[in-house]
Every structure is written in C-alpha cells, then in structure tokens.
C-alpha cells in the first residue's frame, strides 16, 4: 500500500492566552493522498487555520502547545511532541498559495524578481541554478498559470495586474519549487466569481498535468465541490465529517453539513433556511462530549457524555455523530 | 472568534496582563511612580528642604556622598539629593504644563485639518505645521527662550512652541484615514454636526495613540527643559532646576564628579523611565502610529 | 403609487485630477446613466462584480455622494434637488446597511453610543431613560440580547455587528433600506440568519430593500427582480425567476455559469459554460461602443462601436445588447 503524502493523526492543539487555555483542535485527522484534491471546509473560527500552520510549520509555539498527536509528510514526522517538547519543520515539498493577492506579493518588487527569490531560497536541487535557468524557471511557471506574455509580466509590479493575475502569479510562485502538496488557502475568495471560476479551472488542470496534491482550506462550499475529490468539514476544532465529494453534498450525514448546506442560498429558489441557531463554542470551556451538542436539533443525552468518533457509515463516508454509529 | 466580555473594565485588566509581562515596562513604570512620588512629596521626603533656595554654608561644601549627604553637597554647601528631588518637581511641573498645553492645541489643529483634508482649511493649518516642524524643536526652543526673559514661564512657553506640531500631524494622519470610514460618513449624512463627529466619533479612536505619545514626550519635554536650563535659559539658580544643577557643576569635574553625575543621573532616569512606560504603554495598546 | 423609487439616468463620474492646477485629466464613470424603479415593498437586487459600480449607487442613493446628473424620484415627487442640499432629511427616509462590519461600526465606542447617535442627530429622544428604551427596543428588533450596549464591536461576532448596523439604520424609522453586500463577509450559516432576520423585518415594519450583492444565489432567494451592473451600467433588468431561467445578456449567462454550487440539480439549471474571458476593466478607462464587448464570446461588429440601448424584452425585462433585437 503507498503511503499518503500527508497524515495528520489525531492532532491536539491549545494557545495560551490571558483568560486561559484554549483548546482549539480536539483530535483532528486528515490524509491526503498522492494526486489526490482534497478540501478542508469549515466556518470562522473552526480550527483550519490552526491545521494549516501546523501543516506548514509555522504555528506560532507558544502560544500555540501541541498536546497529541503529529503530522507526517512523506513518511517523515514534521510535528510532533518529542519529549514533552514540540518540535516541528518547515517540510520541502509543501508550497503555499495565499488567500488575498494583494497581502501575498510585496509592493515594491517587480513580480519576476518575486518569482526568481522563491526559487533562490528553495533549491532542491544541488545544481548550481543559473540566471538563465531560473529565467526559464519563471517562464515556463508563468506559461503554466497561462499568464499572457510572461516576459512583460515578469517586469511589472503587482499593483500594475488585475486581481486575477496575482492570483496566477502567486500559484506561479507555489509552483517553481516542485512541491509535492500545494496548500490552497480560500483560492478565488478575494475575486470576482467570473475570475474565481477561472482560477479553479486552473487550479483542476494543474493537478492533473503537474501530479502534485492539492488541500483545499476554504469556508466556501461551492469552491469546494468544484475542486475537490475528497472533502473534510470541520467544526469547533473536529473533523465532523468526511467523505468524497459526491458523497458528501449528495448525502451528507452530520447534522452540521446538513444545516451548513441547507444554509447556501440555491440558485433553484427555495428561500434562505433560518440558518444554525446559537454559536460557536468558546474554546476556553469548550462543551463536553460532542462539541456540536447545544446546536444540535437531534441532540440525545449520550451526546452531552460522550465524544462521538468517526462512524462509518459507507467505505470513505464517515461522520463523527451517534446518529451515524452503527449504519 | 468572539470574545466573551469585553466591557470597559475587562479591556482595562486585559491590557494590564499583557502591559505587566514586560520587564522593561514595569521598570518604567516603578520608576516613574517613585519620581512622581519624590516630586509631589518633596517637601516631606527631602533631607534638607531648606537647602533649596539660597542657602550657603561654606562649612559643608564639597562633601563627598556620605551618611549625612547621601549625594554630597555642592559648591555652596547645599544638599545634592534634596535639591534633586526639588528638581524633580520643577521638571514634572514643566513636562505637565507643556503637554497640557500642546496635547488640546495640537489634537485640536489635527482634527480639524484632517477632517477637511484637500480643503484649504487644512492647507493652512498643514503648512503651519509643517513650516514649524522644519525647525529643530531644540533650536526653536533656544531661539524662542532667548528672546523672553530666562526663567522656568518662558521656557515651557518656549517648548510649547516647538512641541504642538507633533501632535497636530499625528491626530491629522489619524482623523484623514478615518474620515472615510463608513460610520464617519454616515454620521455626516445624517447631520450629528461636526462636533459631535470630531469629538464623539473620532478623538475615542486616538484615545490610545495620545497616551502614548504623551508618556513617551514627557522624558523628552523634560530633557529639552533641562537642555534650556543648561545653557541658562531656563530655571535660574539658585533654584534647583536639573540641567542648571548640571551646568553650574561641569567646572568642577572631574574631583568633585557628584556634583554633576547625580544631576545627570536624575535627568536620564526620568527620560529612561518615561520612555520604558511609554513603550510598554505602545505594546499594551497596540499602537502603531507612534 | 407604486414605486416608492425612481432612478433616472442617474450619473456620478469622479474626475482624475492631475498637474499643479488639478486639471480635470479623466474621468471614473462609475455609475453611468442608470434607470430602475423599485416597488413599494419589494426587495429589489443589484448584482456586480467589483467595480460595477453598485457600490457608488448606494452611496449616491444614501446621499453620501453627489450625483453628476440625473433624476431620482420618491415618493412620486421630485427628490435630486432634496439630496443634494440637504441629505440629513433624506436620511430619514433611506438608510444604509454597508457592507463591511468591521469598518460600519466605530471600534472606539460602545453599542449604546453607536446606536444614539441617530437618535440624537434627528432629536428623536431626549431624555436619557427614553434614550435608553428605545434603544433596547431595536436590539429587541434585531434579537440582541440588551446587555450588548455595554459591548463594544470588537467583542461581537460578524454576524452580531450586522445586526448592530441594522438596528441602527432603523433608528430613524426609514421607508427604503439599501443593504450593501450585507452579509458578504459573513459565513454562509450566519448569513442564514442575517437574511432570516432581514426578511422577517421587512414583513413586519414594511421596509422596502435595495439589495446590493455580487452573490447571484443569494438573490435569487431574496430579490423580486434583479438588475445586473456591469462597468456603470445596467445591462439586463428582470423578475428574479425570469433572469434565472432566461438570461439574455452575455454577462447575465457568464455570471450565472460561473457560480459554483452546491448540488446536481443546481449543475443542470446553470446556462452552458461560457468561458470566461478576461476580466473587468477600470472604469477610468471605458471600452467604447458596449462597455461588455472586450469579454463578450458573442460581440458583433457593431458592439465595438456603437453603445446599445436599453430595449424592453416584455414589461419588466429589458436588456442593453445588439444581439437583441
């Protein structure tokens, strides 16, 4: 059996603040295989921000304190507790795509010279790259992203392109180092929907013509489905549900999916749902058992007791809720 | 992510706890604490209080630090530590007048220029400004001093004159970048009247920035004062003004050095600590525009 | 009568200033002679994309901004003259909803002081107590609890400043509420409740809504009809349902096969896949002839020179193309 590109197993986070400790992932457990797009889609305040910092091994300790758990990228360990210690690092092969364009590129620089830093500070290889190497680098990522006339682009300054062309330049630079795992953090968010639906475009061939896996970390069901294979949600620090993506808007099982997506305006009509009532837990105490319970209108009291895991509930199709235990 | 209280108070206790995790800052504040102490019981806590004025005794002159003077005495016999505490009361008294007058003034300027910003209301108060700011503030005070008579009025008039711009340009940058604010605007469109946005709407949000930038001017507003007393502009002797102490000590270095170090001692102690509050304040606040 | 708006050729231009005499170089026409009327009563849509303009509109609408030219009529009477000399008036009868949270409310104060400043611009209330009860009444309406006005915004959640926003702009008790991408930056489960609580005020007090969004989906489920701006202009105006099951202009197609859904069902009811091409220009610098046809698959010759007029499909779907005629 090949081993997943990336596992993160059972990962426990807490930040210390002033008030106290807050428990912010409760045991999160994600896979991405190779090839594989797999999404993470959750609202504010869920913990996806936190699993991505951990991912990428820029959460910031402390506050930030790893209690269980690791994270593996390609069979090596790139965070974990060791000894009472958390020890963590940046893994080769991991490359970023920011959400907003315009906080993602430095003002003063010329895109290109952007481009060819990334590549200075990443080498992989022991080849000594030279300038006209790293020139064709930055050509071929620019024609990749299918950015028109890449030999002008190189030489303007970010402010001088659309938001859509930041958008390309910035997955140019996650391109350049060969990753294996590109992060994708809510692509398209900061456009208009017309570019968004060009940039998932995008993003879908690049998958497939780079062989590099995508994680999808967005609160937009929509960009979701349209990219991803495989998806997660997450809510208050848990994987709530998971399963392939027809699986999962098809016949989605958590009653946190099932109201998440009855609160999507359709483009069929039907009206607006009344949405989920109450708020998200507070991380300071968050609620015992499953963290769901007090917004939960099929609450029973085993939920108030007891954490629920993931039950399975077809092959790949699993949602943490007594509801589904036993399907 | 919201959190749960966050009344007045609760924001006052929370800026506390990360104001107190610096070292640095409750230095500061301990010992600006204990010269403001000093200062306002001076007559109490002075050995000598009457070795402030003019006092002679030729007998005691010179007199290393020992049990009796624990900073000396000077070259008239008076007691080094007492008139150091006195000095710092004439240095608070300067740094407090001088900021009440310049903080009203130059936030005032500043909200009205930057409220009509590309008007010629702020073409006017701007240029003033920034025609007051090409000038050195120390040189501006000298020259300003020079002209009135030498004595502890003038000289806090003198800086006042240097000090207003500063303020003006600050709550200036803050009011322009405010005042196309969605809430700003509709409080315009719907008539609250100019006062009411200025003072109700947009000093609350400079409320943190002019803290501390106040703390931080106090060290400095003092040091000019002793700079302007140094070179005689200032508090006149026989009274115990920091920077007279250290100008009418400097002849005597380096065999008689307490007559001089301690003085200089007392200046930078009052500039170290209200700039290691002032800091603190900044952090604790979250203010980037000082 | 029952519009309770009109919108005639309603302009505003911003001029580009430039050199030492601030000489008039160019102009951003951003809101370029737009026509519509809403309904007493109804929710009427406004969809763009950045840049359309529909901001702008909703701030020529509240009286924020000027407007270059054109005519806007309440009430069946004569209102231009009205909004430009004396917008406080005006106020009383639009409020705005706007569209960032953050930024709608002042951080520095508290929820009581945010929600009396209509009340004590307008001298609606005098004494304190009675400032205090009307205040806790509209938190009532926007189902906050009263302890809030002891809050200040940076202690609420997203969704919960909305609600402050909105019970502000119903302080003054206005007839037509413009709501500027109110819940764009809201996750789609407090949006839920946003607009849960926004359709209930409208059949309870019998607001009027001007609904301004670049989320095709949302006002599908809100809006009666829907006008589509693109560049400045209006370039289809219809019933929700009819814009939806027969778009007509380009961009209407493009904008609709461009949201991503969430089900199958959704997937058959987009229009086919127009691949979208480019992206939007700035408004300082205006395509000649129809604004759209740098982007448009279907642009004709005449597209490039000639600017299209809006031609009445039926009685209430108009569109501004040349291909429809």
Known sequence: ?327 | MAREVSTGLESVQRGWYKFSRSKMSISGLCVVLAIVTLAVFAPLVAPYPEHVGTFLDFSAVFRPPSFEHPLGTDYVGRDVLSRIIFGYRFSLTLGLTVLSLVVPTGTILGLIAGYYKDTWIDTIIMRTTDTFLSLPPLVLALAIAAILTPNLFNAMVAISFAWWPWYCRMIYSITSSLRNEPYILLADVIGAGKIHILFKEVLPNCVSTLLTKTTLDMGFVILIGASLSFVGLGVQAPKPGLGTMLANGTQYLPEKWWVVIFPALAILSVVVGFNLLGDGLRDALGVEEV | MKEILIVEQLKKYFPIRRGFLNRKVAEIKAVDNVSFGIDRGETFGVVGESGSGKSTLAYVLQGIYKPTEGRIVYNGEEATHAIKSNPKLWSKNVQIVFQNPGSSLNPARNVYHILKVPFCAFKIARSGSELRQRIEQLLELVKLPADYIYKYPNALSGGEKQRVAIARALAVDPALMILDEPTSALDVSVQAKIISLLSSLQKDLRITYLFITHDLSLLRNVANRIGVMYLGKICELAPTSKLFSDPLHPYTKMLLSSIPVVSEAEEKAKPKKLPSKGEIPSAADVPSGCVFHPRCTEAMEICFGKEPESIHITDNHEVRCHRIN
């Open chain 1, 1 to 327: 059996m090949i081993l997943p590109l990336l596992e993160v197993k059972d990962l426990h986070v807490e930040f210390k603040i002033y008030e106290g400790e807050l428990k912010v992932l409760n045991g999160v457990s994600i896979t991405v295989k190779h090839g594989e797009k797999v999404g993470l889609v959750g609202e504010t305040g869920c913990g996806k921000s936190v699993t991505m910092q951990s991912i990428m091994g820029i959460l910031p300790c402390p506050p930030g304190k790893i209690t269980k758990g690791n994270v593996v990228f390609k069979g090596q360990t790139i965070l974990s507790i060791v000894e009472n210690e958390f020890k963590g690092i940046k893994a080769t092969g991991i490359s970023y795509i920011p959400q907003d364009p315009m906080s993602g590129l430095n003002p003063v620089f010329k895109v290109g010279t952007q481009v060819k830093d990334v590549i200075k500070f990443n080498r992989r290889d022991s080849e000594r790259a030279t300038g006209k190497r790293i020139h064709e680098t930055i050509m071929d990522a620019f024609k990749k992203v299918k950015l028109p006339d890449p030999e002008r682009i190189a030489q303007t300054y970010p402010v001088q392109l659309s938001g859509g062309m930041q958008q390309r330049v910035l997955i140019a630079m996650a391109l350049v180092t060969n990753p294996e795992l590109l992060i994708a953090d809510e692509p398209g968010t900061a456009l208009d929907v017309s570019i968004q639906d060009q940039i998932l475009g995008l993003l879908n061939e690049l998958v497939l013509k780079e062989n590099v896996s995508i994680l999808i970390i967005t609160h937009n069901l929509g960009v979701v489905r349209t990219l991803a294979d495989k998806v997660y949600v997450m809510y208050a620090g848990n994987i709530v549900e998971e399963g392939s993506t027809t699986d999962l808007f098809e016949d989605p099982r958590h009653p946190y999916t099932r109201g998440l997506l009855a609160s999507v305006p359709k483009i069929t009509g039907g009206g607006v749902a009344e949405g989920i009532r109450g708020r998200i837990p507070s991380y300071l105490n968050p609620p015992e058992g499953c963290r769901f319970h007090p917004r939960c209108d099929h609450a029973m009291s085993q939920c108030e007791k007891e954490r629920p895991f993931l039950f399975e509930i077809e092959e790949d199709h699993k949602a943490a809720c007594f509801l589904c235990k036993g399907d």
